[in-house]
C-alpha cells in the first residue's frame, strides 16, 4: 500500500521545525520514519505534513556535561551501536541499541523518534526509563525538560503538545560500581517485545531501579526496586501487585523477564 | 549417483543466478508500459455481508468499475466430479454478497497506484453484515449461517474411506484417541502475486503477463471466464518470486486486469501487496483431526480410525477446487505404515475465509502431524521408544513397491533404513542420558521423529479420479538445435526457483553430450511453449525431465544419422558426448551437425529425417501413480518452561529422493521446505475473529521465520531409484515442508511429558507450551 | 525539490512526499533491482545502501533524501567484494526465486565490511531483518561464511564515474488533486445485537456522593457525552442517538461517525449504550456497548460499574497489537468515571483524551458516542 498524500518538508533547525510544525495537529515530526513508515504505507496514519528533522545538525550532536550527557534527538541506533559515542553508561548503550529490530532499521531509526513514538514495546522506552533519562522538548512555547516517567503517559502516548519536538535525551553517567540488566522475551529476532525488563542497581548514587516494560501501557517502575535486585522481595508477588491489568499468563513472562534481567545484572551479562 | 561431469547427478552451479544476483530479474512488478495505468482493488472490510451499493467517487467514476460493469463475464467455477460435491461461483467483482475479508469489489484505475488507491478511498460501499463463519468446527452446525443459499450445509464435500476398521478396533488391546489441529496460513512468497496485460492489436491477442505457476491453466481460465478463443488470449510468467502454490490458481484480479485492458485499450498493472496478501489470502493449512489409533500389546499397529475437517474456505479455487484437500487426506493419512484397519471421514468445510489452495506438501502436513504425533502417543503407551514403534510398522523394503492400504503405490525406497539411520545420528541413548539429567539452564530437553512420504509427478489416473478442471496427461517437450549447435529447450511448466533452467539443460547434457551453458530453456508462455498444465505437485523433474529426455532421444537419433555420414560410420556407432559425435575413428561437433542441418544440407544423408533437429516429445512416467520419494525428520527441541518458547537445537533429515540431478538443487529444495515446516511447527498462523477479520496482517504480525529462528539442517541422502521415472529421480520438492510439525510437535510432547502436559496443535507458541504445561500440571 | 544522488548520478526529486524511494526508483528511475516485498519494514527486499549503509527503502521517502547517497545493486557492476559475494551467493545456493537477493547481497555486503569476525550465529543475527522463503538460509549463511573466511574486506571505493549526461529533473506530473474526504466505512443504522464477544474491560470506582447525585449526571445522555472525551453528539431522538467519537492513538487518528441506542432502567439504576459507527479514512467500523450501574455503598457514597465490550473490523481490527488497544480503552474507562464523578459534584471534566492505539479506543469512544449522544 502507498501513503495517502502529504506534504514533506526538511527542518534545518530546531527551530525551523518548531515554526514548520507551527502547533498543528495534522503536521507530525519525523526523523528516521522506522515506525511511521510502515503506519503511513497502511494509511492508518494520514497527517497532511510531515517535518523531516533527521539531517537538522544540532539534533545530531553529543554534549557533555558534569553528570550526565546530552544526545542530539536524531542520533541512529546504529550510531549508539557503533560506540562512535561519549557513552554515559559503562557500555550500556551499544548493547541496548544492538537489539533494537534489525540494523537497516537501526541505521535510520532514531533515539529521538523512539522515545516520541512511545512503543511500549520499544528498546529505548522501557531501558532510558530504567536509567533515569530524560527528554529536553522545543516547542511553540519554548524549551522545557521531563524525566521519562513524566513523559511517558500510555501506550504511544507522551507529553508531547502539538508542535513539540524533542530535542535531546540527557543521560546520567554511571560509574563503574553500577549494575545493569535487561531481558525481553521476543518470539522472533528483531520482532516486538512480549515481555521485557531493565534493572539498574547503582549504589554510588543510591538509585535503583526495575523497569517493567512491553506491558502495552507506559513502562512502570516496579516499586522495592532495591529489594528486588538484593534477592529479599519476589518479582513474582511484586508484578502481580504492580501490573493488575495483565492477564494472568502474561504477568507470569513479565515475572520471568523481571528475574533473569536481576540475574543479568549480578552476572553482569545481558543477554 | 553422478553418471557424468555436468549431466544427471553433478551438482552445477545454476544458469538462473546471475541476474538475480545483479539485480537484473524481470518480475512482473518490473514491467513498466508506455500509457500504462495501475489498478487498486476496493476490497471488503467485512467477511460475511450482503452489499447495499457501490458508490464511485464524483468526477472519477470512468476510473472505477464494479461487478455491474462486467458485462458477459463469468465468474470462476473449479467443480469436482466426486460425488456430492457443491458447486460455488467465485464473483470477479463481488456481486450481491461478500464472502471474505478483502475479497475485490471494486477495480479503480489511475495513473500510478497511490492515486488508484486514493480513488479505492473514495468509493463508497454499502453492506449489512451477516454473521460470519469463523470456525470450520462449527461451520456444520445448524444454525451455522449459509455462505451459499442454495446450500444445505456449509460443506463442498463429505468423503472417506474404510477398510477393516472394525476388526482392527476389536483386536487392539491399546488405544489412543486426540485431537489436533493446524493453524490457517498465507504461502507468503516473498514476491506478493501480480498482473500486467494489454491487448495485441498485431496478434490480435490479450496479453497477460502474470506471476504465476501455471500459464497454460490460467489461460483455459480465462477463456472462460472471459468469453474468448483460447487463441485470442497469451499468457506469460516472467521471473516469478516464489510460489509454493499461492500462484497455482486462476486469479479474479487477472481476469478483471484482461477485461479492462481489453476495454480502456491501455496496459494495465496490478501489483498485489502485502496487505492485501495477509488480509485477503492466508489461505491453507487448517486442519482439524479426531484421530484414534490402535495396536496391539506386541507393538504391532492394527488401524486407524479418523474424521477430519479442512477448512476450505468461501469459495471452490480454481483449478484444484475445494475438494482436493480434504479428500487427499482419506487417501494418504496412513502413509507408508502397515495396518490391518482403516477409516477415515473428511469434511470439505466452506467459511468466510479465502478459498483453501493446496501449500508445498498440501494435505501432508497436516496429516503427517495428526499420524505421526498419535505414532507417539502409541507408543508411549505400549512403552517403546516410539522410533522402535515405528520400525515394527513400516513398509518393510523387501515388499517394495508397496500397495498400502488406500491402494497408494511405494514405487521404492527402505523407510526403515531412512529411520535407522536418523536414529543413528541422533545418538538416543545418549539423548535420552541427557534427558534424565535435566538441562543446566533449567529448560526441557525433547527428541522427535517424523516419517512420512510425498508423492509426487501423480498423473492422470489420480487426478481423474478428482475430477476437477486439471487433469495432466503427457507432459511434452520440445528440443530444438540451433544452427550453432546450442540447445532450445521449451516447457510448459515454470521455474520459479526450482533451477529448471539448470537441471533440464543437464537432462540434456546426460542424452545430448551438449555443454549445460549452451541449453536455454523457454518455459512459462503459453504462445512458446507446449501446453502442461505447470508446476505443481512436485512434478517438474520427473515429468518436464522426463520429456526433455524423450525430445533430446528423438534429436540424438537425428543427430547421429547425420554424424554417421559425416563421420562415414553406422550411426549405431556414434556417441554424443562433451559436445560433439564420436564415431570409430574421428569426430565431429554438434555446432558443425547444427550447421549442416541449416546451412549446408546437401550434406545431409539420404532419407534424413525431415523434422529436422527440432523434437517434440511427450512423456508419462511407468505408471502414474507417482513416484514416492520419502523422509525421516529429527528433532531435539530446548523448551523453557518458563516462557515457553522452543529453541530447536539440532534439526536432521534423511531423505530419499530416488536419483538426484542436481544434489545442490536438492539440498536446497529441502532446506527451504523444512524452514517453511518449522515456521508451520513453531511460528505462523493467520488468526480470525469470530467476525472472520483476520489479524495479523503485517509481517511483524503473521511471522515467517528468519535466520535466527532457522536452524543448520544436516542432510543424509539415500538414493533408491524409483522404476518408473527416467532416471530414477523422484519428486522432491515438497517433502521439507511435510516433516517439520511433526518431528518438532513430538520432541516438543518428549520435552513436556514429565508434567503430563502435551501440545496437539501448530504453531506451538509459548502461549500454547504454557497453557499445555498449566493443564498437565492441574491434571 | 530534493537533491540526492543515484548511484553517483545528481537527481532532482520534485514529486510527492508520500513517494517512498523504492518507487521513486523504480517507477521513475527504471532501477528495479530494489524489489518490494512488504512496504511494512519488516521484511528486507528493499533493502539498499544509504550514505554507506543498509535501509529500508519502503519507509525512506524520497523527499526526504535531501544530500543522501543512494546506491543500489545496479551500481555495484566493478565492485570487486560484491564480485566476491555473488560468487560466494552462486557457489553456496544462497539463492533460488532470486526476490529476496538484491536485499540479502546489500546486507551481506554491510556484514563483510563491518564485522570480519562475525560467526555463524552473529551472521544470522544480522540476515534477522532479511527474510527468504526458498532457501532456508542455508546457502545464504553459507555464502557469508566463506566471504567472511577470505577477509577482512574493506569496501572498495566506487569506480570513477562517467560525468553527468545531465541534471535531468526526475519526478512525478502534479497529480490531479483528490479532495473529497474519504468515503464512510460501510455501516447500516440498526439497532444492533448485543455482543456475544470481542474484548471486554471493566471498572468499579467508589464515588463519594450519593447514588442519585450520580445517576442525575448519567441519565442524561448529554452529560455522558461530556464525560466521554472525544465524544461528539448530533442528535437524540428516543433512545437513538448519532453523534461521533474522534480518538487519536500515537499517529492514528480516527472519526467513528455512528449511531447508538440508549437504555436506561431507572429503578435499577443502570443502563446501556450499544452503539456502531464508521471510520471512512481506514474503512475500519466498531461495535461497542456500554453497562453501567450505579449502587448505594456506605454512607452516602455509591459504586460505579462500567463494563465495556467492544469489537472492531477492518483494517483497524486487523493489525494486531489488540492489548495496546486494550490499554487505551481501559484509560479511557478510567477517564470517564473520574469525569463522571466530577459531573456530578458539578465540576467540569478533567481527564484529557487518552493516547493509545487508535482502533480500540474508536470502538469504546463510539460506544460511548452513542451513549453520550
Redesign the interface.
Known amino acids: 500500500m502507498k501513503p495517502g498524500r502529504f506534504d514533506l518538508v526538511l527542518a534545518g533547525s530546531c527551530g525551523e521545525a518548531v515554526s514548520l510544525l507551527g502547533g498543528r495537529e495534522e503536521a507530525k515530526p519525523v526523523a528516521g520514519s522506522q515506525s511511521l513508515g510502515p503506519m503511513l504505507n497502511l494509511r492508518l496514519a494520514r497527517p497532511a505534513v510531515l517535518v523531516d528533522l533527521s539531517t537538522c545538525a544540532e539534533l545530531r550532536g553529543v554534549t557533555e556535561e558534569a553528570d550526565s550527557v546530552l544526545y542530539g534527538a536524531a542520533l541512529t541506533h546504529a550510531e549508539f551501536e557503533d560506540g562512535g559515542l561519549v557513552d554515559a553508561t559503562p557500555g550500556w548503550l551499544p548493547q541496548i541499541a544492538r537489539r533494537i529490530a534489525y540494523r537497516a532499521v537501526r541505521n535510520r531509526g532514531t533515539v529521538g523518534g523512539s522515545l516520541a513514538h512511545a512503543d511500549p514495546a520499544a528498546d529505548w522506552v522501557v531501558t532510558l526509563r530504567a536509567l533515569g533519562a530524560s527528554v529536553l522538548l522545543a516547542g511553540p512555547e519554548g524549551e522545557r525538560e521531563l524525566a521519562l516517567d513524566a513523559f511517558f503517559t500510555g501506550a504511544l502516548a507522551t507529553a508531547l503538545k502539538p508542535g513539540e519536538i524533542i530535542r535531546a535525551v540527557r543521560v546520567p553517567r554511571r560509574g563503574a560500581s553500577a549494575r545493569w540488566g535487561y531481558w525481553k522475551f521476543c518470539r522472533k529476532l528483531g520482532e516486538f517485545a512480549k515481555a521485557s525488563a531493565a534493572v539498574l542497581a547503582d549504589p554510588g548514587r543510591g538509585e535503583f531501579a526495575v523497569v517493567a516494560g512491553a506491558i502495552e501501557r507506559a513502562p512502570v517502575a516496579l516499586p522495592e526496586a532495591q529489594a528486588l535486585i538484593e534477592g529479599r522481595a519476589d518479582p513474582r508477588v511484586v508484578v502481580e501487585e504492580a501490573l493488575p491489568f495483565l492477564p494472568p499468563e502474561r504477568r507470569a513472562l513479565q515475572a520471568t523477564a523481571t528475574a533473569r534481567a536481576i540475574a543479568a545484572l549480578s552476572e553482569g551479562e545481558n543477554e | 549417483m553422478k553418471t557424468s561431469e555436468r549431466g544427471v547427478g553433478a551438482s552445477i552451479p545454476r544458469f538462473e543466478d546471475d541476474r538475480y544476483l545483479e539485480g537484473r530479474g524481470r518480475f512482473v512488478g518490473d514491467i513498466r508500459m508506455p500509457n500504462m495505468l495501475e489498478v487498486a482493488f476496493l476490497r471488503s472490510p467485512l467477511a460475511h455481508a450482503e452489499i447495499l451499493g457501490v458508490s464511485k467517487p464524483e468526477g472519477a467514476a470512468h476510473q472505477v468499475f464494479t461487478a455491474a460493469d462486467l458485462e458477459g463475464v463469468q465468474g470462476i467455477r473449479a467443480d469436482s466430479g466426486l460425488p456430492g460435491f457443491r458447486s460455488s461461483v467465485q464473483p470477479i467483482l463481488a456481486v450481491d454478497r461478500i464472502r471474505h475479508v478483502n475479497e475485490p469489489i471494486a477495480a479503480c484505475v489511475a495513473a500510478n497506484r497511490a492515486q488508484a488507491e486514493d480513488l479505492a478511498d473514495l468509493t463508497q460501499l454499502e453492506a449489512k453484515p451477516l454473521p460470519a463463519v469463523h470456525d470450520m468446527l462449527k461451520a456444520r452446525d445448524k444454525d451455522a449461517p449459509l455462505l451459499h443459499p442454495d446450500w444445505e450445509e456449509n460443506a463442498f464435500l463429505e468423503s472417506g474411506f474404510e477398510q477393516g476398521i472394525e476388526a482392527a478396533i476389536e483386536k487392539a488391546t491399546v488405544t489412543v484417541r486426540r485431537q489436533y489441529r493446524t493453524a490457517r496460513q498465507c504461502m507468503s512468497p516473498m514476491e506478493g502475486r501480480g498482473v500486467v496485460a494489454y491487448f495485441d492489436d498485431q496478434a490480435d491477442q490479450l496479453v497477460i503477463i502474470t506471476s504465476t505457476q501455471m500459464p497454460h491453466i490460467v489461460r483455459n481460465g480465462l477463456a472462460e471466464c472471459l468469453g474468448l478463443d483460447q487463441a485470442r488470449i497469451r499468457v506469460i510468467a516472467p521471473d516469478v518470486g516464489g510460489g509454493f502454490g499461492y500462484k497455482g490458481i486462476l486469479l479474479a484480479e487477472e481476469v478483471v486486469l484482461g477485461w479492462l485492458a481489453m476495454r480502456l485499450r491501455r496496459p494495465m498493472r496490478w501489483i498485489e501487496d502485502r496487505r492485501e496478501q495477509l488480509a485477503g489470502n492466508a489461505n491453507c493449512r487448517e486442519h482439524w483431526y479426531d484421530i484414534t489409533g490402535y495396536a496391539s500389546a506386541d507393538g504391532k499397529l492394527l488401524g486407524v480410525d479418523c474424521e477430519a475437517i479442512v477448512d476450505s474456505g468461501a469459495y471452490s479455487a480454481y483449478p484444484f477446487s475445494a475438494c482436493l484437500e480434504a479428500a487427499q487426506v482419506a487417501s494418504i493419512l496412513p502413509g507408508p505404515y502397515v495396518m490391518e484397519g482403516y477409516r477415515c471421514r473428511t469434511w470439505s468445510v466452506a467459511t468466510n475465509k479465502p478459498a483453501i489452495l493446496p501449500y508445498r506438501g498440501v494435505a501432508r502436513t497436516g496429516v503427517c502431524f495428526a499420524m505421526e504425533l498419535v505414532m507417539d502417543d502409541l507408543a508411549r503407551e505400549l512403552g517403546i521408544e516410539p522410533a522402535e514403534f515405528r520400525r515394527r510398522n513400516l513398509a518393510p523394503a523387501e515388499q517394495m513397491p508397496f500397495v498400502n492400504i488406500t491402494g497408494k503405490i511405494f514405487d521404492s525406497g527402505d523407510y526403515v533404513e531412512a529411520l535407522d539411520r536418523a536414529v543413528k545420528a541422533l545418538d538416543l541413548p545418549a539423548l535420552r542420558a541427557r534427558q534424565e539429567k535435566g538441562e543446566p539452564d533449567g529448560r526441557l530437553l525433547g527428541v522427535g521423529l517424523s516419517i512420512f512420504c510425498e508423492q509426487g509427478a501423480h498423473g492422470t489416473s489420480v487426478y481423474s479420479g478428482w475430477g476437477i478442471p486439471m487433469v495432466p496427461g503427457y507432459e511434452q517437450a520440445t528440443a530444438r538445435m540451433t544452427p550453432d549447435g546450442g540447445l532450445e529447450l521449451r516447457v510448459g511448466v515454470q521455474s520459479h526457483g526450482q533451477s529448471l533452467e539448470t537441471t533440464l539443460a543437464q537432462v540434456a547434457n546426460e542424452v545430448l553430450g551438449v555443454e549445460p551453458g549452451k541449453v536455454r530453456l523457454v518455459h512459462g508462455d503459453t504462445a512458446l511453449t507446449p501446453y502442461s498444465t505447470g508446476t505443481w505437485g512436485s512434478r517438474c523433474m520427473v515429468m518436464a525431465g522426463g520429456a526433455v529426455a524423450m525430445a533430446c532421444e528423438e534429436l540424438a537419433e537425428r543427430v547421429k544419422a547425420i554424424a554417421a555420414k559425416l563421420l562415414q560410420a553406422e550411426p549405431g556407432q556414434i556417441n554424443l558426448a562433451d559436445g560433439e559425435a564420436r564415431g570409430p575413428s574421428g569426430s565431429v561437433s554438434l555446432s558443425r551437425i547444427g550447421a549442416v542441418w541449416y546451412h549446408a544440407p546437401q550434406d545431409l544423408p539420404d532419407g534424413v529425417d525431415a523434422g529436422g533437429l527440432e523434437a517434440t516429445k511427450g512423456y508419462k512416467t511407468v505408471r502414474d501413480t507417482g513416484t514416492f520419494s520419502y523422509a525421516c525428520h529429527s528433532a531435539l527441541v530446548l523448551v523453557d518452561p518458563e516462557t515457553g518458547e522452543v529453541e530447536i537445537e539440532r534439526y536432521g533429515i534423511v531423505e530419499d529422493g530416488g536419483v538426484l540431478v542436481n544434489p545442490m538443487v536438492v539440498d536446497g529444495q529441502v532446506w527451504g521446505g523444512a524452514v517453511q515446516g518449522i515456521g508451520t511447527a513453531l511460528y505462523e498462523e493467520m488468526p480470525y475473529d469470530s467476525e472472520g477479520q483476520p489479524l495479523a496482517t503485517t509481517l511483524a504480525d503473521y511471522m515467517l521465520p528468519g535466520a535466527a529462528e532457522s536452524p543448520s539442517i544436516a542432510i543424509d541422502h539415500m538414493e533408491t531409484p524409483s522404476p518408473i521415472s527416467r532416471f530414477g529421480q523422484k519428486g522432491i520438492g515438497e517433502s521439507g515442508a511435510i516433516g517439520p510439525p511433526a518431528a518438532i510437535g513430538n520432541a516438543v510432547n518428549d520435552a513436556l511429558r514429565g508434567f503430563g502436559a502435551r501440545i496437539g496443535q501448530v504453531p506451538i507458541t509459548p502461549e500454547r507450551v504454557l497453557a499445555a504445561l498449566a493443564a498437565g500440571g492441574s491434571q | 525539490m ?1 537533491e540526492f544522488t543515484v548511484n553517483g548520478q545528481p537527481v532532482r526529486y520534485n514529486g ?5 524511494l523504492a ?1 521513486f526508483l ?2 521513475e528511475m ?1 532501477l ?14 528493499c ?1 539498499l545502501v ?1 550514505d554507506g ?4 527503502s ?4 524520497a ?2 533524501c ?2 543522501a547517497k543512494i546506491r ?3 551500481d555495484y ?1 566493478d565492485d570487486v567484494l560484491m564480485a566476491r559475494i ?1 560468487a560466494a ?3 553456496h ?1 544462497g ?8 536485499g540479502m ?3 551481506a555486503y ?1 556484514i563483510a565490511t563491518r564485522l570480519p569476525e562475525a560467526d ?1 550465529a552473529r ?19 553459507a555464502a557469508i561464511k566463506a566471504v567472511l573466511a577470505e577477509g577482512p574486506h574493506v569496501a572498495p571505493e566506487p569506480a570513477a564515474r562517467e560525468a553527468v549526461i545531465a541534471s535531468a529533473r526526475f519526478g ?1 506530473a502534479e ?2 488533486e ?1 479532495v ?1 474526504e ?5 455501516v ?1 443504522a440498526e439497532r444492533p445485537a448485543l455482543l ?3 474484548h471486554r474491560l471493566e471498572r468499579v470506582a467508589r464515588i463519594e456522593l450519593p447514588a442519585e447525585r450520580v445517576w442525575a449526571v448519567l441519565s442524561d445522555i448529554r452529560q455522558v457525552a461530556a464525560c466521554m472525551p472525544g465524544a461528539s453528539v448530533e442528535a437524540v431522538k428516543g433512545e437513538r442517538v448519532t453523534g461521533a467519537m474522534a480518538a ?6 480516527a472519526r467513528f461517525g455512528g449511531t447508538a441506542f440508549v437504555t436506561y432502567e431507572p429503578a435499577e439504576m443502570r443502563g446501556t449504550v450499544a452503539g456502531q459507527g464508521g471510520d471512512g ?5 466498531a461495535r461497542g456497548e456500554v453497562h453501567f450501574a450505579l449502587a448505594p455503598s456506605g454512607d452516602a457514597g455509591c459504586e460505579l460499574t462500567c463494563e465495556i465490550l467492544y ?14 488497544v ?3 480503552v ?2 479511557l474507562l478510567a477517564d470517564f468515571t473520574a469525569n463522571v464523578e466530577a459531573a456530578a459534584r458539578g465540576e467540569a471534566p478533567t481527564a484529557s483524551a ?5 482502533r480500540l479506543i474508536l470502538a469504546a469512544l463510539r460506544n460511548m458516542v452513542g451513549r453520550s449522544t
Open positions: 530534493t510527492e512526499g508520500r513517494t517512498h518507487d523504480r517507477e527504471g528495479t533491482a530494489t524489489h518490494i516485498g512488504c512496504e511494512q519494514g519488516v521484511c528486507g527486499a533493502t544509504k549503509k543498509p535501509v529500508r519502503c519507509i525512506t521517502y523527499a526526504a535531501e544530500g543500489t545493486l545496479e557492476r555473488r551467493f552462486k557457489e545456493h539463492l533460488q526465486c532470486g526476490f529476496c537477493t538484491p547481497l546489500a546486507t554491510d555463524e551472521i544470522r543475527e544480522e540476515l534477522a531483518g532479511n527474510l527468504c522463503r526458498c532457501t532456508g538460509y542455508m546457502g545464504i549463511v512525478a497529480a490531479p483528490v473529497a474519504a468515503a464512510a466505512a460501510p447500516v456475544t464477544d470481542g487519536k492513538i500515537g499517529p492514528i487518528t479514512s481506514s474503512r475500519s467500523t469489537k472492531l473490523s477492518g483494517p483497524l481490527a486487523q493489525v494486531g497489537r489488540p492489548a495496546i486494550a490499554g487505551v481501559d484509560r487518552p493516547p493509545g492505539f487508535a
